[in-house]
């Protein structure tokens, strides 16, 4: 979970994941309150469904708590292998911004980055906030920037590919509220 953005509760809803692993990976369990039930349930990671960047909590299902399981390892090497995380991240990734993580789930055998990347949209922007000329699967934001922004940005990116590449990228951030439709 080193340097993915976000709240466990988020991470447990998309099965966040990089470098090989996932939450499903780790995750034992679940609290969970459905907002519109006013119920609590603690559910096993096995009952919530999870697979690449998806879970079938629904959007009146909100993640208050999670247990984990670990892996028992000599301090140095955990550190070690989180220093190297960070690097990796650093190097590759636009680290110190406004940004959600990655943007889109990649497609079956591609990267979401590169098809952005190959469609010449690094440095694209709508308003506040532009595609990272670093990783094109990153939207970064500056500050005052809307949801509105982002909203357009993601809905133009993904026209774009869709026409270049035959691809339709399905978005892996989360959208809450209401957003204006522009063509």
């Not at 708590?65 to 550190?79: I, K, N, S, V, Y």
């Not at 026409?163 to 951030?173: H, K, M, W, Y």
Request: charged share 25%; no cysteine.
């Amino acid at each position: 979970m080193v340097g993915i953005p976000g709240s466990v509760g988020g991470a447990v809803r998309v099965n966040a994941g990089g470098h090989g692993s996932d939450t499903a990976a780790w995750l034992v369990s679940a609290r969970v309150v459905d907002v519109r039930r006013g119920s609590v349930a603690e559910r096993p990671a096995a009952a919530l469904g999870l697979s690449y960047r998806h879970s079938y909590l629904g959007d009146g299902e909100l993640v208050v708590a999670a247990t984990f399981q670990t892996l028992a390892r000599p301090r140095r090497e955990g550190e070690a292998i989180m220093r190297e995380i960070v690097r990796w991240r650093r190097q590759n990734q636009p680290g110190g911004t406004l940004n959600a993580g990655s943007v889109f789930k990649n497609p079956p055998g591609d990267a979401a980055g590169r098809l952005i990347d190959q469609a010449g949209l690094k440095g694209l922007r709508v308003g506040g906030v532009a595609v990272s000329e670093k990783h094109a699967n990153f939207f970064v934001a500056e500050a005052g920037a809307s949801g509105q922004d982002l909203y357009d940005l993601v809905s133009e990116v993904r026209r774009r590919v869709r026409e270049r590449a035959g691809v339709d990228l399905e978005p892996e951030v989360r959208f809450v509220g209401e957003f204006e439709e522009r063509s």
